[in-house]
């Protein structure tokens, strides 16, 4: 076990010479796993990397900033969202079937998947722990003004809240309203306002001068 | 999908008494080496063919330590659940944490160099079906009751019984109980379905929510 340890080239120095149980637990699954041949030790390692670096909420910035800046992107996104984020090559796992749904003055929409963690991982990356956890799969169906102050925003009492519940394959993605001040910014500047929370439905674009 | 009968500790729509949801500033991607390697052995493995997502699914949420369990921790196991029930991994295995008997054929091996395209083609559920389509936008439809351990279903509790409207149309797809219990993609029309707060929970909810959830065609009954 420790020479195994030692195999690992992380951080964990003589301070860290004990195993938690889950890296214990998975360590031994993936050594069992690549002995057996059912997987490639240098997949993990691409499949990781492709996690940590490529995928994430930058994408979905991309797509909403394009949607606000461009008027026939905007109502292509509406009508074929999987077909509009693939024309910015983000496809694939977890986003095969993608629905573009959008704010206004008065509607507010929020995603959630109260089954299990179902999220659109081509444009916004891995989900947060928050979003998987039972408090926000429990909340946002029932209360979703009350998970909107557990993140610190407010709604006009009467707009209307439309909450999904990603039950199947289908995913979705906020298009959260465009921030007031923003006229005749680029896309490129646009991206800046789109923050995850907003294309999840917990939080709203950043006003242009909290960026600024 | 013995005779022991099902239980889903997952299903937590609604529920009260759960907390406040508690996000947090400038969260990594990972919290702890083991969880990238949990993700990556997931991932790695549901690209073997050796199961499907819907039985990935119903391993994960029939774990009765669910509640108190880390999302990758309620990953892990419901792999190791999946390669035990297989014969893909042993007691024997396990116990030497080594590969101690000889491995089982798999359809597929995901190799490092195949990983971009694996993931950008994903795993569409999109089919054909013979049957017609059933209900269409502006339709009111109610949802089938359905016993409290059915197996694996995505017709959420906090949302059986009820009276909503069809407001989206998505063709056919693989219908995900039909594919958990392995009998096959049988596909069937999905719709989404949104129901008023007040229908779901009660006179004292909020007038101004809704909520959808993503629905088969067997869920659904003319209302």
Redesign the interface.
């Known amino acids: 076990?420790h020479d195994d340890h030692h195999h690992?080239d992380?951080d964990h120095d003589h301070d860290h010479s004990e195993l938690?149980p889950?890296?214990a637990?998975?360590?031994?699954?993936?050594?069992?796993?690549v002995?057996?041949?059912?997987?490639?030790p240098?997949?993990?390692?691409?499949?990781?990397e492709?996690?940590?670096t490529k995928v994430g909420p930058h994408n979905g910035a991309r797509v909403v900033a394009k949607a606000w800046a461009d008027p026939a992107y905007h109502a292509r996104l509406l009508k074929d969202a999987t077909s509009a984020i693939g024309e910015l090559g983000f496809?694939?796992?977890?986003?095969?079937?993608m629905?573009a749904v959008e704010n206004t003055s008065g509607t507010h929409n929020m995603v959630?998947c109260?089954?299990?963690?179902c999220y659109p991982w081509p444009v916004l990356?891995?989900p947060?722990?928050?979003y998987?956890?039972?408090?926000?799969?429990?909340?946002?169906?029932?209360?979703?003004?009350?998970?909107l102050a557990?993140?610190g925003v407010t709604l006009p009492?009467?707009?209307?809240?439309?909450?999904?519940?990603?039950?199947?394959?289908?995913r979705y993605l906020v298009l959260p309203e465009r921030p007031a001040g923003t006229e005749g910014w680029d896309e490129a500047r646009l991206a800046t306002l789109v923050t995850r929370?907003s294309m999840i439905g917990?939080g709203l674009a950043s006003a242009p001068e909290a960026v600024a | 999908m013995s005779g022991a009968a099902y239980v889903n500790h997952?299903?937590?729509?609604?529920?009260?008494g759960?907390?406040?949801?508690?996000?947090?500033a400038n969260?990594p991607?990972?919290?702890?080496?083991?969880e990238?390697?949990?993700?990556?052995?997931t991932?790695?493995?549901g690209a073997?063919g050796?199961w499907t997502i819907d039985q990935s699914?119903a391993a994960?949420?029939q774990q009765p330590g669910y509640?108190g369990m880390?999302?990758?921790?309620v990953w892990?196991g419901g792999?190791?659940r999946l390669?035990a029930d297989r014969g893909?991994?042993t007691a024997a295995?396990?116990a030497a944490?080594?590969?101690v008997d000889p491995?089982k054929p798999?359809p597929r091996?995901?190799?490092?160099e195949?990983?971009?395209a694996?993931?950008?083609?994903?795993?569409?559920?999109?089919r054909e079906t013979g049957e017609a389509q059933r209900f269409h936008v502006g339709d009111r439809v109610r949802t089938v009751e359905m016993p409290e351990q059915i197996g694996h279903t995505?017709?959420?509790r906090?949302?059986r019984g009820k009276t909503g409207t069809v407001v989206?149309t998505?063709g056919a797809?693989?219908f995900?109980d039909s594919s958990a219990a392995g009998t096959g993609e049988a596909p069937q029309w999905?719709y989404?379905v949104?129901f008023s707060?007040h229908d779901?929970?009660g006179p004292e909810?909020?007038p101004?929510?809704?909520?959808?959830?993503?629905?088969?065609d067997s869920y659904l009954m003319p209302a």
């Not at chain 1, 009492?157 to 289908?170: H, Q």
């Not at chain 2, 880390?70 to 921790?73: C, D, G, K, N």
């Open positions: 076990m690992h992380h938690s889950m890296d637990r998975v360590r031994a699954l993936e050594t069992i796993l002995e057996k041949g059912y997987v490639d240098a997949a993990l390692d691409v499949l990781i492709t996690y940590e496809v694939g796992r977890q986003g095969e079937h629905v959630v109260t089954l299990c963690s990356g891995l947060p722990v928050w998987k956890s039972a408090p926000y799969r429990a909340k946002a169906v029932r209360d979703p003004r009350g998970v557990d993140f009492a009467g707009k209307e809240i439309k909450v999904w519940d990603s039950t199947a394959e289908v929370d917990t | 997952a299903d937590l729509g609604g529920r009260l759960l907390g406040n949801v508690e996000p947090e969260e991607w990972f919290h702890a080496d083991w990238k390697r949990a993700l990556a052995l991932l790695a493995m073997t050796a699914r994960r949420e509640l880390s999302y990758y921790e892990t792999m190791e390669l893909l991994v295995d396990t944490g080594h590969a491995a798999l091996k995901l190799l490092a195949n990983v971009p694996t993931l950008a083609r994903g795993g569409p559920t999109g995505r017709l959420p906090y949302v989206l998505h797809h693989v995900a999905l989404t949104r707060a779901l929970f909810a909020d101004s929510v809704s909520v959808s959830v993503d629905a088969w």
